[in-house]
């Protein structure tokens, strides 16, 4: 198995009392994608902004390739040649004054990459994500939802990432577009084999994107493992609340009586875990904070009422 591209190891990041991300480990290997899923709040955008350098960590140690994150201006213009974005919104992410060839180019005269083919690199890029003949001098509000995000791909990946952070990149589409958004995302990560850390409040999409998925609550990981796995059988009362909440093709599986109603939110014990105040199975263990233990298959899951698997860690950092 590849080493690990990126590596969080009891990352924390607070933000005066609040603890955004609360002692979050995992790792995203080359040419897979970790899909993070949990409600508005819960820390995803955080983490985000900490893999690409725009936020140092509280505690805890972050990895890209096997090294520390840098602290210098210089390491971290060199990341982040390394590590690119798509955001949520397109109709806010790019610059309406820039021309199409400006957005595209702006990331390769960064990086230094514009002499020695910069104007022909903007169109390959154009090509590969669907927009080919495009008007270089035309501006983005030239362009559909859908077309604005393929500019926002075509400048993530100018600078030849290893990896690109995809914060809800399809959510302000519509579900039509967002179908050949994610395909295209799936067809450029086989072509280029990028890693992706796929963010997202819809478990549906990462469920369709994703590798190995990480449910978050609270800035902490609830669940961890191989999306199909987690999909079939979710350990974590979180997990299993998140995924009732999916529309079914089958009427049966549409029917509003089988979701899992959560509690409203209430205070949790700061040394408990983080969703016993919204648990509908919170007993009297969870006044004390469950380890991310290892239940086997490469599943991690923090809940007292989960049985740990034979090789059992209560993990510190992410998984090997």
């Known amino acids: ?29 080359p040419g897979r994608t970790l899909g993070m899923v949990g409600e508005s709040g819960c820390g995803k955008s955080t983490v985000a902004r900490l893999v690409l350098g725009l936020e140092h960590a509280t505690a ?12 210098s201006d210089r390491g971290l213009r060199e990341l982040r040649g390394q590590v690119a ?8 992410s790019l610059d309406p004054r820039l021309s199409l ?15 020695g083919g910069g104007p022909g690199r903007v169109r390959e890029l154009l090509d590969a994500v669907g927009l080919p003949g495009a008007d270089l001098g035309s501006r983005p509000g030239d362009y559909s939802g859908g077309g604005r995000q393929r500019i926002g791909i075509a400048r993530a990946l100018a600078s030849r990432p290893r990896l690109v952070v995809c914060d809800e990149p399809t959510s302000a589409l519509d579900v039509s577009i967002q179908a ?3 395909n295209l995302l799936l067809r450029l990560q086989a072509e280029h084999g990028l890693a992706y850390l796929f963010i997202s409040h819809d478990l549906d999409v990462v469920r369709r994107v994703s590798d190995d998925v990480a449910v978050v609550y609270a800035g902490a ?7 199909a796995a987690v999909s079939a059988d979710p350990q974590h009362p979180y997990t299993r609340a998140l995924l009732s909440a999916v529309a079914g093709l089958s009427p049966d ?3 509003l009586d089988r979701r899992i109603k959560l509690g409203e939110e209430r205070a949790a014990a700061p040394e408990g875990c983080p969703f016993a105040g919204r648990c509908p199975a919170v007993h009297d263990a969870c006044s004390a904070r469950p380890p991310l233990r290892d239940v086997g298959g490469g599943r991690r899951v923090a809940c007292h009422l989960v049985t740990p698997g034979p090789a059992d860690t209560a993990q510190e950092g992410p998984p090997t």
């Open 1 to 29: 198995m590849a080493e690990p591209l990126v590596e969080f190891a009891d990352v924390t990041k607070r933000f005066g009392h609040v603890r955004a991300v609360d002692g979050m480990s995992f790792a995203i290997r």
């Open 60 to 71: 805890g140690t972050l990895r890209f390739g096997g090294r520390p994150y840098p602290e």
């Open 85 to 92: 974005m798509v955001f949520q919104d397109p109709y806010e």
């Open 101 to 115: 060839r400006e957005i595209v180019a702006e990331p390769l005269k960064a990086h230094g990459m514009w002499r």
């Open 180 to 182: 050949q958004i994610i």
């Open 221 to 227: 990981i609830m669940e961890e493992g191989p999306t």
């Open 253 to 255: 599986q549409r029917r």
